[in-house]
């Protein structure tokens, strides 16, 4: 924790009753400078790449279908770097969309290069590194684009009744190339015992990612116990008694998801996800996965004083640790607590009010917590962009993708229908596609292989109906991980969940391929599934959502 002013020396800090202050005299600083110190948890030092200067970076804002011109200066010393603005469509700019290698060049130590793209659609979005695990690193920032005045929205979108939340889990020891290893071969104590995966509270495993801390807007907490923390300067979201505010909450996490919360609140009120609006949805809290973004409207209704805006991570761990995001909501008229204490959770009595919980990645939470899991399957698309009439068709090319982790003997990388795209293109495959070998014969349903695998829409199909059937089963699921498609907005016509025992755990072999979906193969790769019941095939699947799907 160092500030560098312009022109001056630096400046070592050090805490002080959840203020930054000189470590030489205890200084204070004036809260606008506080504003721009690089904190993260304040736990010992570690590396984080700024834009302008800013951990996140700053905000960019545009009003729908403006010209949005970005100018990037690489001034990092040996690493190339992309930026993806996530979230937009980058609809006749792709190159633009910031994928090392598929869309551009790597743009290399000192170079620049500039990105041009139309801000469309309007909502919460965000803008970070494409390469490497620069991202975790600290490159990224939110990307707000406002509506145009007129449409039938949930107000308000701008101003200063609207805050933004960016949320991302914090490790002190892993740089990008130690991630990447430990996701390969694993991570192992002094002793040489391997780390256990963590889970969430179904039992599906997550990463050997270690989440120490969680971190809103660059800042948060480290808990060196379950309830012992190092008073770091919180972020400050100041509101006014009895108004409504609109938080944009973004993630970009590297591994975890969290569960959002305010204390002392509640209801409150979801309004948009990934940008897109839905039907207003009144929950007790929701959960929010790396790269999604989650609107909620919060009514500031609670006796005046200091709460926390809580993302508690959605994983299992001991009782002598606490892994969460915090953040200040200060009513003005009231004395401000710059360390309040932990929160106390939300009880959710059988009884009383059960808890709602939005965007739950299983179908129930273990009954012991008495929370019901509300997830796309009963929300509805309340956007003016929506329009689920231009996917009715009689001619639908469907196509089943499954995002797992088989193989054998212990050899288990991360795959697209068994492809690992382990061997990128040497050239920007969008502007130069027949440089790209997209040579993948060695695959077949029965074998893991790696190359750059492509699916082809051929120009024929223009404009058809596509159905994408996007699984995690077979032999290599049960890792948890977001899928995310650039270009395109799409409609969620149906999720569907494994089989979970009374406890809420997943029950082993309880996934669709034993139900709806068969996996051919003998391995259980699931690299070539397909429906049990043809009947199905190419978009007739009978439990589709036609009510204005979101």
């Excluded at 495993?205 to 300067?233: A, E, M, Q, W």
């Excluded at 973004?293 to 002598?320: H, M, P, Q």
């Amino acid at each position: 924790m160092i500030y560098t002013g312009q022109g001056k020396p630096a400046v070592h800090l050090k805490i002080d009753k959840g203020k930054a202050v000189r470590s030489d005299n205890g200084k204070e600083f004036e809260r606008s400078l506080e504003e721009t110190f690089i904190l993260a948890d304040g736990f010992k030092s570690r590396i984080v790449i700024a834009v302008n200067g800013r951990f996140p970076g700053p905000t960019i804002t545009a009003r729908e279908n403006q010209e949005v011109i970005v100018h990037v200066r690489n001034l990092m010393h040996t690493d190339s770097t992309t930026i993806h603005w996530h979230g937009l469509h980058q609809k006749r700019s792709p190159w633009s969309d910031g994928v090392a290698f598929v869309t551009q060049c790597p743009i290399s130590p000192g170079q620049s290069y500039t990105y041009k793209f139309n801000a469309k659609p309007f909502g919460t979005s965000f803008y970070h590194a494409h390469i490497g695990d620069q991202r975790t690193m600290g490159l990224y920032g939110p990307l707000i684009i406002i509506p145009t005045p007129g449409q039938k929205i949930v107000l308000p979108q701008e101003g200063d009744k609207v805050f933004v939340a960016i949320i991302q889990d914090w490790n002190h020891n892993d740089d990008a190339d130690a991630l990447y290893h430990k996701m390969l071969f694993g991570d192992f104590d002094s002793s040489g015992k391997p780390f256990t995966e963590t889970k969430d509270p179904s039992g599906a495993k997550y990463t050997r990612f270690k989440c120490h801390s969680g971190l809103i807007n660059g800042r948060g907490r480290f808990y060196s116990s379950s309830t012992f923390h190092n008073d770091v300067p919180l972020e400050r979201f100041e509101v006014e008694k009895n108004e409504d505010y609109r938080f944009r909450v973004i993630s970009a996490a590297t591994m975890y998801p969290f569960r959002v919360f305010v204390e002392g609140h509640r209801p409150i009120y979801i309004l948009a996800s990934d940008g897109f609006e839905i039907d207003k949805k009144e929950v007790e809290s929701f959960i929010i996965h790396p790269g999604e973004r989650i609107d909620f409207l919060l009514n500031a209704d609670s006796k005046i004083g200091t709460y926390l805006l809580v993302a508690e991570t959605l994983e299992v761990y001991s009782k002598n640790e606490y892994h969460a995001a915090e953040a200040i909501i200060h009513y003005k008229t009231a004395d401000i607590q710059l360390t309040p204490p932990k929160v106390t959770p939300h009880t959710c009595e059988s009884s009383g009010i059960t808890c709602r919980v939005f965007n739950c990645p299983f179908n129930q939470y273990p009954s012991k917590e008495n929370r019901i899991c509300i997830t796309f399957n009963n929300v509805i698309s309340n956007d003016p962009n929506s329009n689920p009439d231009e996917i009715k068709s009689d001619e639908v090319v469907e196509m089943f993708f499954n995002f797992a982790f088989p193989g054998e003997n212990g050899y288990t990388p991360g795959s697209v229908n068994g492809h690992q795209f382990f061997l990128p293109p040497t050239v920007a495959a969008y502007a130069q596609p027949d440089l790209v070998d997209y040579n993948c014969d060695a695959c077949n349903a029965s074998t893991i292989c790696e190359c750059t695998y492509a699916v082809t829409i051929d120009k024929d199909n223009k404009d058809k109906v596509y159905q994408f059937v996007i699984t995690n089963i077979g032999g290599g699921a049960n890792w948890s991980h977001p899928v995310h498609l650039h270009g395109h907005s799409f409609y969620v016509m149906k999720m569907a969940f494994t089989t979970y025992d009374s406890g809420g755990q997943l029950v082993p072999n309880g996934g669709q391929d034993t139900i709806d979906i068969i996996c051919p193969d003998s391995k259980k790769f699931c690299s070539d599934a397909k429906w049990r019941n043809e009947s199905w095939r190419d978009g007739k699947h009978p439990d589709l959502n036609w009510h204005n799907p979101p």
